[in-house]
């Protein structure tokens, strides 16, 4: 099974000060053990760009270098399959903007979906499982979802 994993999930993997560091690693890790596929896509890939180099004075800015930046991106590039960003993509993104009445910052959330549809991918690994709610098409899972069902050891 295949996973696309938000934006969210990638900033916290490397912020071992933040709350769901420690989660994050443990759901990412169970994945990949239990040979799901985790998928990523440029959006996801720009919007860490943006939040990690952002300076840290400014509204959720990691204030990373480019040069720390690009090794983690690497290593997103590495831990995932990159989904392509295809006209067939483009299209369902414009469908669902206007069959779901998207609005405001959502458009981006949404394009994420768009590209789920089109790769055949139905499970998001997210913080924001609210932000996806509306979409029947997808399967919200979160890091503490995954952490949770594991049986003891």
Not at 65 to 91: G, H, K, M, N
């Amino acid at each position: 099974m295949q996973y696309l994993v938000d934006t969210g999930i990638w900033l916290r993997l490397f912020d071992r000060a933040d709350p769901e560091h420690s989660t994050i690693l443990q759901s990412l890790w169970m994945m990949r053990s239990s040979k799901y596929t985790l998928a990523t896509c440029p959006q996801n890939i720009a919007e860490f760009w943006n939040v990690s180099t952002r300076p840290m004075s400014a509204r959720g800015g990691y204030g990373q270098s480019v040069t720390t930046t690009e090794r983690r991106v690497q290593f997103i590039e590495r831990a995932s399959v990159i989904l392509a960003e295809t006209p067939a993509a483009y299209q369902a993104w414009r469908l669902l903007l206007t069959s779901y009445n998207v609005q405001g910052v959502a458009v981006h959330d949404v394009r994420l979906v768009a590209m789920m549809k089109t790769a055949g991918i139905s499970h998001l690994l997210t913080l924001n499982a609210r932000d996806f709610a509306r979409y029947a098409s997808v399967t919200t899972v979160t890091p503490q979802d995954l952490v949770a069902t594991t049986p003891p050891t």
